[in-house]
């Protein structure tokens, strides 16, 4: 299994700001994922993060809107930047299980709840 | 790419009875189809899974099925209690060795009356 960390658990933001956040996981892992869940919605992902090289994004989803950094093997950190209301989400982060034998299984973060006004 | 779709988007039943969410994916690559239970203000946590090689499988009140040739797979839960009540999302996708980036179903809101 794997224990993630993630913070600020829920911020409100003004429109027009950015705002960043952190996740750390208490092991190593080669992928790191970022999710969006927007209230009463499924998961989305933004994008998966991997160390040492540039974020991989999803249909819909740009760098300039998310920037991430993934400096080493156990944190990365998403940013939403410029914010709008429609920004107003849960971002999760995920990481694989990191068994000898991966499983597939996806463990989450506790989310970060930002509200934008 | 692989497209899920979950039915049904809400489900209520009253304490003791079954409860069935039935999922259909697009890509016949697929071959790892996990189910996670969201309680609100939750993270998601995996509460069972299947790969392709097998049709059924069971851990105490919940199973999942799968259906290759109809692509879809389905979550049984049965003998219901409150504790079940949250949001259920299925998923599908390639589990080749490397990562495995699932596609989520849109959620079932299960709830369950006491």
């Not at chain 1, 209230?39 to 992902?45: A, K």
């Not at chain 1, 989803?61 to 930047?81: A, E, H, M, W, Y």
């Not at chain 2, 697009?26 to 509460?47: C, H, T, V």
């Not at chain 2, 949250?86 to 599908?92: E, K, L, R, T």
Request: glycine share 8%; hydrophobic share 30%; charged share 20%.
């Amino acid at each position: 299994s794997a224990v993630i960390s993630q913070k600020p658990s829920r911020d409100i933001c003004q429109r027009g700001t950015s705002l960043t956040i952190q996740c750390q996981v208490d092991s190593q892992v080669t992928m790191m994922f970022w999710y969006r869940q927007q209230p009463g919605q499924s998961l989305t992902l933004i994008a998966t993060a991997n160390q040492g090289s540039e974020a991989t994004y999803e249909s819909g989803f740009v760098i300039d809107k998310f920037p991430i950094s993934r400096p080493n093997l156990t944190f990365s950190t998403l940013t939403v930047s410029n914010m709008s209301p429609e920004d107003s989400s849960i971002y999760l982060c995920s990481v694989e299980g990191v068994a000898e034998t991966n499983t597939g299984e996806l463990f989450f973060g506790e989310g970060s709840r930002l509200t934008v006004l | 790419g692989e497209n899920v779709e979950q039915h049904p988007s809400t489900l209520s039943v009253q304490e003791g009875d079954s409860a069935v969410i039935k999922c259909t994916y697009s890509d016949s690559a697929s071959n790892y189809f996990p189910w996670y239970k969201q309680e609100l203000g939750k993270r998601p946590q995996l509460i069972i899974d299947i790969r392709s090689n097998v049709g059924e499988k069971k851990d105490q009140r919940i199973a999942v099925t799968l259906n290759k040739t109809a692509k879809h797979f389905s979550l049984h839960i049965t003998e219901t209690q409150p504790e079940d009540s949250a949001v259920y999302f299925c998923a599908a996708g390639l589990s080749s060795g490397g990562s495995y980036i699932p596609t989520f179903g849109r959620g079932t809101s299960l709830i369950v009356h006491p």
